[in-house]
């Protein structure tokens, strides 16, 4: 049975629309989420579907050992789905670069996923939901290894007797190998552990990044037009004057600070429209309007409006320089709505005035300057008890095997700094309590 993926697209793709060092950045996954799913809803619900698969593939592609990955080898559905594809070296038969092994982590995960996680760049308790879901998912095919080796078994005997002695190529020793990525010898609190260690030794590496950037450079003369069709580049779906409501006015309302993480001016327009009461708030920057712009002349050549530069000389992300944009934009939009019904109520307007999510999200547009909506939260800020003192969250597991007391720390937050003399006082409490204790209850952190 074949099924057909639709509303896929590579992961080069997706970071080539940052431009060729898009791998190096932490925006590309999170953006083109973003502009799949315009509503709050389905973008949280298609990041749910993101750190699902994410964490079902970074386990099933550790054990089955899944090597040449690169951004040409992994896809993203518009819907958040993560899935790979081209599964011709596995058990741990590494692609080669001359001499150097091309697959240098147990499984890829970069930092533009980890931000599609953490929902940010600063990490979160939903990331520490992913590590407990590859935690869980790992020691589940753990604890049904033997159903898994006797499969590889059972395949590599049928090969054989079909094919003499050859066997499949790296089927012969696929046992052995699949044994040894479950760690027989560790309990489950040991391997969620060291399964948690290689997310971080994943995470922390350079080397897959690099590995994406020279297979952007190697397919940069197959590269074509990557449009698909879209009118225009933010937005991937047409919006028309009936589906979203005649346009009334259009004005700019004022534009904000923004760092991501340079410095840079978004605007803030004022859109109002026919049998709606309220008018509606969209956040775009100058590029998109230059965008706009360059699609109106290109559509509509003869018509002549107001036309916005895309050059400067010198600093352009300034204050002065942002004003001097803000009338610019005044006048262009003015310009726009006076031209004729076939122009001004086109499609590609009424599609670059639609609303995203960006512009749903909260923000406050009387924010002059806007460093993001970070959210205080009970990581970054201590939990407070009902008696007023600090107390903080721990997730533990406990077991006692062999005569020794196991505790082990999954995720701690909201911990208070125990000051100087504190700190005296608890040591020599737990001294008193420590001396007491074997040295079979000694506690493996």
């Not at 240098?104 to 940010?120: E, H, Q």
């Not at 991937?236 to 346009?247: D, H, V």
């Not at 005569?403 to 000051?419: C, D, K, Q, T």
Request: charged share 25%.
């Amino acid at each position: 049975m074949i099924e057909m993926i639709t509303n896929a697209e590579t992961l080069r793709k997706i970071q080539i629309e940052f431009g060729l060092t898009g791998s190096f950045k932490d925006r590309p996954i999170a953006e083109w989420l973003a502009k799949h799913n315009p509503s709050t809803l389905e973008y949280e619900r298609a990041v749910e579907n993101f750190t699902a698969s994410c964490a079902g593939y970074s386990v099933a592609t550790y054990i089955l050992g899944i090597c040449d990955r690169h951004n040409d080898n992994i896809m993203l559905k518009t819907s958040g789905h993560l899935f790979h594809i081209d599964f011709g070296k596995f058990l741990g038969d590494a692609q080669m670069f001359g001499n150097i092994k091309r697959d240098r982590t147990p499984f890829v995960l970069t930092s533009d996923m980890a931000y599609v996680i953490n929902g940010g760049d600063k990490p979160s308790a939903k990331f520490h939901h992913f590590v407990d879901m590859c935690c869980q998912a790992f020691n589940i095919i753990r604890n049904n290894g033997n159903l898994l080796l006797n499969l590889f078994a059972l395949s590599r005997r049928l090969k054989e007797r079909k094919m003499a002695s050859s066997g499949i190529p790296g089927m012969r020793n696929a046992v052995s190998y699949v044994q040894r990525s479950l760690l027989p010898g560790l309990s489950e609190d040991e391997a969620a552990a060291e399964f948690a260690r290689m997310i971080q030794s994943s995470l922390g590496s350079r080397f897959t990044q690099i590995n994406f950037f020279f297979h952007n450079l190697a397919q940069l003369r197959f590269s074509g037009d990557n449009s698909g069709g879209e009118l225009l580049s933010f937005i991937p779906k047409t919006y028309t004057m009936q589906s979203e409501g005649r346009i009334k006015s259009v004005k700019v309302y004022g534009y904000q600070k923004r760092y991501d993480p340079e410095k840079y001016y978004i605007y803030i327009l004022k859109v109002e429209r026919e049998a709606q009461p309220d008018p509606v708030y969209l956040f775009r920057s100058y590029k998109e309007f230059c965008e706009l712009d360059q699609k109106l002349c290109a559509r509509f050549p003869l018509v002549k409006c107001y036309r916005l530069s895309s050059y400067h000389v010198g600093r352009s992300n300034i204050k002065q320089v942002a004003e001097k944009r803000r009338s610019d934009i005044e006048r262009f939009l003015k310009s726009l709505l006076s031209l004729a019904d076939e122009i001004s109520h086109s499609d590609l307007v009424y599609t670059f005035f639609h609303p995203l999510l960006r512009d749903q999200q909260e923000a406050d547009i009387h924010v002059k300057k806007f460093k993001g909506s970070v959210k205080e939260s009970s990581i970054s800020s201590p939990i407070m008890s009902n008696g007023g003192r600090l107390r903080g969250q721990l997730k533990l597991s406990i077991s006692y095997a062999r005569g020794a007391l196991s505790i082990m720390v999954h995720h701690a937050r909201s911990l208070p700094l125990i000051l100087q003399k504190q700190r005296k006082e608890k040591q020599r409490s737990f001294g008193a309590v420590h001396t007491q204790l074997s040295w079979k209850w000694l506690v493996h952190l």
